[in-house]
């Protein structure tokens, strides 16, 4: 009996690939800066900077964009994507965005404001920057176990609860403008949340009378993990794993671009009427009218269909398979990872990968430099350049990891491109010794990893 676990899926129309030598490699970088999002993409190889927005879409989702329904209000691809919606999140209203961040801004905007802050089990980039633009304070709560990238636990994305329940009592209720747990956990590895751990944060939130919010990005990948890991859930499908899901909580930001296949595309799903008003008033002025909400007909027709594809569970299982078998070719070579791994990505463990360089000279970022110096692929820096902060004195305060994710496209590469990166990894990981770190140039306020200017040091 074949045991291979193929791809649920056959090719239908390809793009070339260009490719660049060691030193045309070099001088790349160095015209970007040393940034890789400054990179341009034809000078990319295999592109894992993200799994937003650079997913394949289907044939299905191809021909759906056909019958897109342009009209300014009450379109009926805006009805078909609503319905797609509700069915898995089950949720009263649906607001349509050009993309998570888009949600993510109205929700804080409303939400937040100074002396507000927001739990979470970990908050990625734009969630956190859209919160302190606000005015608000973002607060990780990540459970002990994941914050240890060598531990193998099975949801180590969970929030810490007992921090969480003191944090609320330290800061007072009223002060928490509301709880927002991202699944899968991005920031922390891609590690999947337990659905007890979410039902135990509702209630939390229920006895403090606060708002209890999903980030929904990859909300089928978690899904999965939850059948895979957790007592009961065995024979539910993926559908009845995320009715539950989403029954805990008050609502929910997704943006489409990750587990729903699309090239654009966001929502805002909430149960409190009063609540999405407020949203949809500030959509009118900043996104579009509540039935399009930034997006063409087109762009809600394919994320009505991606959200049916996603939870195909021989899909799921491709998916989930494909990444343990990276982590499998990595732990024979003794390289380091966030183990076990996660859903759409590799995070390799930089501070322990490259331990001599000082984290104030950004190992994640050399190490991601140095992948595509030998094998032209583009990744991203987890750690004290996305998330460092300053002290007063003007120093460095680290991020809790020094990670550097791949992010694996969905339905994008082949076997044969996995194996090269997994061999550009190993390349690298023998020749680490060689590699240095990085200073700062120029940074923006805000979000400064997607425009900073570096330099080598020394």
Not at 19 to 42: H, K, M, S, V, W
Not at 50 to 74: C, H, I, L, P, V
Not at 201 to 215: E, N, P, T
Request: charged share 25%.
């Amino acid at each position: 009996m074949a045991t291979t676990i193929i791809e649920p899926f056959r090719i239908k129309s390809v793009e070339p690939l260009r490719f660049t030598t060691g030193e045309q490699r070099l001088r790349i970088l160095a015209q970007a800066f040393y940034n890789p999002f400054l990179i341009r993409a034809d000078d990319v190889l295999i592109d894992l900077l993200t799994d937003s927005g650079t997913s394949a879409m289907s044939s299905r989702q191809w021909a759906a964009m056909m019958e897109g329904d342009e009209s300014y209000a009450g379109s009926r691809s805006f009805y078909r994507f609503e319905a797609a919606v509700k069915k898995i999140t089950g949720m009263k209203n649906i607001i349509p965005t050009h993309q998570g961040r888009a949600s993510e801004k109205i929700l804080f905007t409303i939400t937040g404001g100074k002396g507000k802050c927001f739990l979470s089990n970990t908050l990625f980039d734009t969630t956190r920057a859209n919160i302190e633009f606000s005015g608000a304070e973002g607060i990780d709560l990540l459970t002990e176990e994941g914050r240890q990238p060598a531990t193998v636990a099975p949801f180590k994305g969970n929030i810490d609860l007992a921090a969480m329940e003191a944090t609320i009592r330290e800061r007072g209720a009223g002060q928490i403008a509301m709880c927002i747990i991202t699944i899968t956990n991005n920031s922390g590895g891609g590690q999947p949340v337990s659905m007890e751990n979410i039902r135990a944060a509702g209630r939390i939130c229920k006895k403090y009378g606060i708002l209890f919010f999903i980030d929904a990005c990859r909300f089928a990948e978690n899904c999965y993990f939850i059948k895979q890991r957790e007592e009961g859930y065995a024979s539910k499908s993926i559908q009845e794993i995320a009715g539950e899901l989403f029954s805990y909580v008050d609502g929910c930001t997704m943006s489409a671009k990750k587990d729903a296949f699309a090239n654009i595309g966001g929502f805002l799903a909430l149960n409190d009427d009063e609540l999405t008003q407020a949203c949809r008033n500030l959509l009118v002025i900043t996104e579009g009218f509540p039935t399009y909400g930034g997006l063409a007909g087109r762009d809600l027709e394919a994320i009505a269909v991606g959200l049916e594809e996603i939870i195909d569970e021989h899909y799921l299982k491709y998916r989930i398979r494909s990444m343990e078998y990276i982590g499998e070719k990595l732990a024979a070579e003794g390289i380091p990872f966030v183990k076990p791994m996660g859903g759409h990505a590799v995070y390799l463990d930089a501070r322990a990968f490259l331990p001599q360089i000082p984290l104030q000279q950004y190992p994640g970022l050399a190490l991601s430099n140095a992948l595509y110096i030998e094998g032209g692929i583009r990744s991203v820096e987890i750690g004290s350049l996305m998330f460092g902060k300053y002290a007063a004195d003007g120093s460095l305060i680290p991020a809790q990891m020094e990670l550097v994710r791949l992010a694996i496209p969905r339905r994008v590469y082949t076997q044969s491109h996995i194996d090269y990166v997994t061999e550009i990894i190993i390349d690298v990981f023998k020749k680490r010794k060689e590699l240095g770190g990085y200073e700062i140039v120029y940074e923006a306020p805000l979000l400064r990893h997607f425009t900073a200017k570096m330099k080598p040091v020394g």
